[in-house]
């Protein structure tokens, strides 16, 4: 059996994957013990684990520097690419959001809109989609700052609790997108090492029907 390499989101997607490997009888303790290494062999099956950033998990990916990844609809709805999205996890839950200061109205105006997002792909797509013509502005973090400050009249971003958006006076009018972790996997890996991938969705897709 041929190892798969498997990119995985750092940071709390990264838990939520490794809890799921787990559970489907894998040995973790490389990745939950990484030191300074990148790269992580499990010892119990063929499968080396690679952390990195939510966009470079799609880069490698693509180029077939790895075979999986594991990775946020929000930036595969963000970045795209050409890959195959095999699974919904089910996990890393939450949202894409348009939001407002309190009490404005967005709509109900014909002056024309500023949005400030992390995500001006994601933000174009759903104003064109409305057939409306923003101004779209990138932000690099902190997003929510933009109405405060008077850059925006509103944002597009991600809302988990909504605990961000109230502790600075903003409200989510209208849902964007949902979003959650998905399993991607590289278009010829999937020709090449079938079984082997195979049988890892189905490890996975197994263990999230038992969780259910
Ligand atoms: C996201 C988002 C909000 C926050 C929303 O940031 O940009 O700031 O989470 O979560 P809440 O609805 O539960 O308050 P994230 O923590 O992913 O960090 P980031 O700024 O690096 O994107």
Request: aromatic fraction near 8%.
């Amino acid at each position: 059996m041929s190892r798969l390499r498997i990119a995985l989101t750092k940071g709390r997607l990264q838990d939520k994957s490794v809890a799921l490997f787990e559970r489907a009888g894998m040995d973790c303790s490389p990745i939950k013990n990484p030191g300074r290494r990148l790269i992580h062999s499990i010892p119990n099956y063929p499968l080396d684990a690679v952390l990195s950033k939510a966009p470079d998990v799609i880069t490698y990916v693509e180029h077939g520097a790895c075979d999986l990844g594991i990775v946020g609809k929000d930036t595969i709805m963000e970045k795209g690419g050409s890959f195959y999205e095999v699974l919904d996890l089910g996990f890393g839950k939450c949202r894409f959001a348009l939001a407002v200061r309190e009490g404005a109205d967005f709509y109900g105006t014909y002056k024309y809109r500023v949005i400030a997002s992390k995500y001006p792909n994601v933000t174009r797509a759903f104003f064109a989609a409305k057939g409306m013509d923003v101004d779209v502005i990138k932000i690099e973090g902190s997003v929510e700052l933009a109405p405060i400050l008077g850059l925006a009249d509103g944002i597009v971003d991600i809302v988990e609790t909504g605990a961000t958006l109230k502790a600075n006076g903003l409200v989510p009018i209208e849902t964007v997108a949902p979003i959650s972790a998905r399993l991607i996997v590289n278009t010829a890996s999937m020709k090449l090492y079938k079984n082997e991938i195979l049988d890892f969705i189905s490890k996975c897709e197994q263990e999230l029907r038992d969780s259910k």
